[in-house]
């Protein structure tokens, strides 16, 4: 079924710090609690803009992907992660300095003629642990997409952001002071993001949001916000097949509300009888997987809906955070699949029923958002 497609591009620049903490609290040896970290916002973070602005029922045909970033001046060439089959050097930027390219060190081919185990070869060879990861531009997708053309003169860079860990102590209610040391420990750390200067983060979306400043994120810190036309160029390139070959731009959520796979499982095919142990019949995944690359998988929350008592009546104070959503498991971007037959449709054909459902579909957040890449010879 064909979702509406993107049309506007969503810039988003910080008005100060962001709010970079999420999931698991740390605390070794009862010291000081430690969050973990999580940045960019998914672009659920961007739909509750868009509910907040429109209201719920004005937005069910809303499509959004993210996310990305950019350089503030030239928002339409955004950045997007790397596929995985790059082995790529990024320095790492400062606030002080411009934004430094890296530069792609090598890339996997493969070749099924190879026996098992040595289809992946690394061009040039290379030897030891290689480093992955990066961002790259929009406009070089062609170029790192066929594996014929040199990619030595294709920029790669660093997340364009730092984490800034900050303590908070836990204070008595009534005085001014930090609480006695006790079971629950009186200090934690959270982590504040400050994004480079240049760079804005990026997402995609099918419907206009209004220019203006809004709150976003954990913490409602202050953004300022600028709907542009997307380019057509962009328009066209998610319009494309995605074939045999392809990689994720964005992380993807494949399986159900209860189980995450490593590929589509259409809902109403993930429960496995006991002699499966948690894994599907090959006949009811929706992609034969020849092979793929991919790193560890990321942690995968949102927050929808209002909080209801035991009756089922709305609780929701104003101004109280939406109920959170259970945990699952994304795929991350940069993923790159291969297929034993190709996929004849682009992204935005791809069937509803690959994607979990809570609320909306998660298809509406841009879940596992591809572009075709070429891996063999």
């Given at each position: 079924?064909?979702?509406s497609?993107f049309k506007?591009?969503?810039?988003v620049e910080p008005?100060?710090l962001?709010?970079?903490?999420a999931?698991?609290?740390?605390?070794p040896?009862?010291?000081?609690?430690?969050?973990?970290?999580?940045?960019?916002p998914?672009s659920?973070?961007i739909?509750?803009?868009?509910?907040?602005?429109y209201?719920n029922d004005?937005?069910?045909?809303?499509?959004?992907?993210?996310p990305?970033w950019?350089?503030?001046?030239?928002p339409?060439?955004?950045?997007?992660p790397?596929?995985f089959?790059?082995a790529t050097?990024?320095?790492a930027?400062?606030?002080?300095?411009p934004?430094?390219?890296?530069r792609?060190?090598?890339?996997?081919?493969?070749?099924?003629?190879k026996?098992q185990g040595k289809?992946?070869e690394s061009?040039?060879p290379?030897?030891?642990?290689?480093k992955r990861?990066?961002?790259?531009?929009?406009d070089?997708?062609?170029?790192i997409?066929?594996?014929a053309?040199?990619?030595?003169?294709?920029?790669?860079?660093?997340?364009?952001w730092?984490?800034?860990?900050?303590?908070h102590?836990?204070l008595r209610e009534?005085?001014?002071?930090?609480?006695?040391?006790?079971?629950m420990?009186?200090?934690?750390?959270?982590?504040s993001?400050?994004?480079h200067?240049?760079?804005?983060?990026i997402?995609?979306?099918?419907?206009e949001l209004d220019?203006?400043?809004?709150r976003?994120?954990?913490e409602?810190?202050m953004v300022?916000i600028?709907?542009h036309?997307l380019q057509?160029t962009t328009q066209?390139?998610?319009?494309?097949?995605?074939g045999?070959c392809?990689a994720?731009?964005?992380?993807a959520i494949?399986?159900?509300n209860?189980?995450?796979?490593?590929?589509?499982i259409?809902?109403?095919r993930d429960r496995p009888?006991q002699?499966q142990a948690?894994?599907?019949p090959a006949?009811?995944?929706?992609?034969?997987?020849?092979?793929m690359l991919t790193?560890?998988?990321?942690p995968?929350?949102?927050?929808l809906g209002?909080?209801m008592?035991a009756y089922?009546?709305?609780v929701?104070q104003?101004g109280?955070?939406k109920?959170?959503?259970?945990g699952?498991?994304?795929?991350?971007?940069?993923?790159?699949?291969?297929?034993e037959s190709p996929l004849?449709s682009?992204?935005?054909?791809?069937?509803d029923s690959?994607?979990p459902?809570?609320g909306?579909?998660?298809k509406?957040?841009g879940?596992g958002l591809s572009?075709?890449?070429?891996i063999?010879?």
């Open positions: 079924m064909t979702k497609q506007y591009l969503i810039q008005l100060g962001l709010y970079g903490s999931g698991r609290f740390l605390a040896d009862n010291l000081v609690v430690r969050s973990g970290t999580s940045f960019p998914s659920a973070t739909s509750g803009l868009f509910a907040a602005f209201g004005l937005i069910q045909a809303l499509q959004l992907a993210g990305f950019a350089k503030s001046e030239t339409q060439n955004f950045y997007v790397i596929p089959k790059f050097h990024t320095p930027h400062q606030a002080s300095q934004l430094e390219a890296g792609i060190t090598s890339q996997e081919r493969w070749d099924n003629t026996p289809q992946w061009h040039p290379t030897e030891g642990k290689v990861g990066g961002w790259v531009a929009i070089d997708w062609d170029t997409s066929d594996s053309k040199p990619t030595d003169k294709v920029a790669v860079y660093a997340d364009p730092d984490f800034l860990p900050h303590l102590p836990r009534d005085e001014r002071r930090v609480d006695d040391p006790d079971e420990g009186s200090l934690f750390l959270e982590n993001v400050q994004v200067p240049e760079a804005s983060l997402y995609l979306s099918n419907i220019n203006g400043w809004y976003f994120g954990g409602g810190h300022s600028t709907c036309d057509d066209q390139r998610f319009q494309q097949n995605v045999q392809f994720t731009i964005t992380p494949w399986g159900s209860r189980l995450s796979y490593r590929e589509p259409p809902r109403n009888t002699d948690n894994a599907p006949n009811d995944k929706a992609w034969s997987v020849t092979t790193e560890r998988p990321t995968f929350r949102y927050r209002d909080h008592d089922g009546n709305k929701q104003c109280q955070p109920r959170l959503s259970r699952r498991y994304a795929v991350p971007a940069g993923t790159v699949y291969i297929l004849e682009s992204w935005y054909d791809w069937d690959w994607f459902k809570e909306p579909s998660l509406r957040w879940c572009l075709p890449l070429q063999a010879d």
